[in-house]
């Protein structure tokens, strides 16, 4: 059943390659992103599958040499390696064919805002911003501020930016939610330990394919821009503010330099928002009676603590704490996101196997 299930998406990516080879697909520029996407969807199971076909056939030609003596050690050889490969490439294929995210090739438009803890809050806030820029750029990410509300002292109330890159939904997303710190502020002067809540929300970037808005629907106003970004700043109105009236969503971008640029921006990430709100509405009504291990990523939910008088990290989804917490704020973050992919992975896997 799984052979044919995979033979099955083998032809259909042959078919999707057929078609993007044809030149009249590209008389609809709406069909070729559509079909592009299809194929960026397939390619990873497709290539495992092919993968495990090659190595299906290694193994039976190695299997058929053993009986030649002088080619017995050696055939021995590639039987124990083929067969090694083709365990591991059935778990990756199992993983492969779990429902996949749809958004997970996506860049992102993360917000940021300051909780519990007044100016310390937005200290942090600050910091983990910080940490996003400094992953994204191991990873050769490109970061874009949208909008930013600082304070004085060097925090932010609150910061939207977009991280553009190969599978950054995919790496990022399992960052939403509530972050906890315990650390003593700079301004304490009693040396007592604070805790401080940060909020991240962390949205796919949407199209008009993915998502399509109502003009109608959307009031736009204008107004001068403040804070950092030149000399542009406070002389023209081309900080754009969106209100979205059926459900009250307001935008703002005013970190570009005209009123075309902000108003694009802005509605990347309007349209961001409704979708993520229309996609878990959705969610919540198939899985309502059940959580997986790594939480629904609700942004009211505590995900994680960072303890600095102890150099401690504890993510509470997976139970996993880390002493190195100097490194995590420098952008070392890859062992988190593994261990949150791994046990989500684990957890769809549990429920396939139970056909749930």
């Known amino acids: 059943m799984l052979e044919e299930k995979l033979k099955a998406l083998d032809r259909q990516y042959a078919e999707l390659e057929a078609r993007l080879a044809a030149p009249e697909t590209y008389d609809d520029p709406t069909r070729v992103a559509r079909l ?5 969807d397939l390619e990873p199971v497709v290539t495992a599958y092919r993968t495990y076909v090659r190595r299906q056939k290694d193994l039976a030609d190695a299997q058929a040499l053993m009986s030649d003596p002088d080619m017995k050690e050696l055939a021995q050889e590639e039987y124990q390696a083929a067969k090694a490969d083709l365990e591991r490439l059935v778990e990756e294929i199992r993983i492969l064919l779990l429902s996949r995210d749809p958004n997970d090739a996506k860049n992102v438009i993360v917000e940021i ?23 994204a ?33 995919s790496r990022l997303k399992f960052e939403s939610g509530v972050h906890r710190v315990q650390r003593v502020p700079e301004t304490e002067s009693g040396g007592r330990i604070h805790t401080s809540t940060v909020t991240v929300a962390v949205l796919p970037e949407v199209d008009e394919v993915d998502f399509a808005l109502n003009p109608a629907d959307i009031e736009m106003q204008v107004f001068r821009s403040s804070g950092a970004g030149g000399q542009h700043v406070n002389k023209t109105s081309s900080a754009v503010r969106l209100i979205h009236k059926p459900t009250g969503t307001v935008v703002e971008c005013q ?14 990430i309007l349209r961001a928002r409704l979708y993520e709100e229309k996609v878990r509405e959705q969610a919540d009504a198939v899985t309502s009676q059940r959580r997986s291990q790594v939480g629904t990523g609700m942004r009211n939910e505590r995900i994680r603590t960072y303890n600095f008088p102890q150099g401690r990290l504890t993510d509470h989804r997976v139970g996993l704490t880390l002493y190195r917490l100097d490194s995590v704020m420098n952008g070392d973050i890859d062992e988190i996101i593994d261990a949150l992919i791994t046990a989500d992975q684990a957890e769809r896997l549990k429920h396939q196997e139970q056909g749930g």
């Open 36 to 40: 592009n996407k299809e194929q960026r």
């Open 113 to 135: 805002r300051a909780g519990v803890g007044g100016e310390e809050a937005a200290l942090f806030a600050n910091s983990l911003y910080r940490m996003y820029c400094m992953y």
């Open 137 to 169: 750029e191991s990873r050769r990410w490109q970061v874009e501020v949208d909008s930013v509300s600082e304070t004085e002292l060097g925090g932010v109330k609150e910061i939207c930016f977009t991280i553009q890159g190969d599978g950054a939904y």
């Open 255 to 268: 970190q570009e330099r005209s009123q075309f640029q902000n108003r694009d921006r802005a509605m990347q």
